[in-house]
């Protein structure tokens, strides 16, 4: 027979082991729960930051956000209070269930940002070249009222290294439009479609907005290039992150053809660019 101390211990020990398996229980549904099974990610997008605009989350998983010019559906990335670590990731994506009807953008923790033209159904935000070692929200904007339903948020793994051939090196400092440098064509005879123009460049402190730009170019025409089409606004610009440092651009078989022929003209908006690099996937 048992003494009453042994039944006490036989009980307390159950108790603790039922309570280990509870906790297990929570801890496993909470990671489901994050991104879902799927990977979707779109139930983290839960506040605004505008107190005037709305947004539901609907049956099939999607979220209506009801937007009002630069506000913003956020998601809420942190881990235990903490950033979390992105930089085995590419890319971000955002699916729409309709065409959007106003201009768009994905802005990643104030350091990676794109845009997106109106009529699009998708938006991808590469991390090329940023770091995103310490993520805490992505926000989805838009230029003006409008109704965005979002279904999906995925987020793409890394599936190989950027090799780097740097074609141009020095340092052009913008400024208000007044600055800006050429690549020649001869720097281009060994692109491919599918490899990126990488741009290496910090924020220019003295901007007197809260915004920089960059714009690439066929030398000697006002063409710019295909790569980035649905990243640039109406003047063919490209916004760049506060804390953004590296701008990369895939190149299309007709930019490759382009560059070939004219070379690069890059100029922009308060940016101080210092290398430009082509770069091509190693697997």
Known sequence: MCSDLDL???????????LLALMSVFVSCGQKSEAGEDGNLVSKFNSTWNVYEKYVSNDDGSVTYQAMPWGGLVGSFLKQNMPVDWSEYESICFEFAEPTTVATQVLVSDRVRTWGKPGITSLTCNFDGQDVHSVSEVVLQAADSCT????????????????TNNIWKGLCSFGNWTGGFNVKPDKFLDAQAGDKLELVFSTDSTCPNSYWLMKTIYSGTENTLEGNFNEINEWGCAMMGKKSTVYRIELTNNDVKQLQEHGLFVNGFYLNVNQCNLLRKSI
């Open 8 to 18: 006490k211990t036989m009980i307390m020990r159950a108790y603790f082991f039922s």
């Open 148 to 163: 965005i339903t979002v279904k999906r948020i995925t987020l793409k793994t890394a599936d190989g290294v950027w090799e």
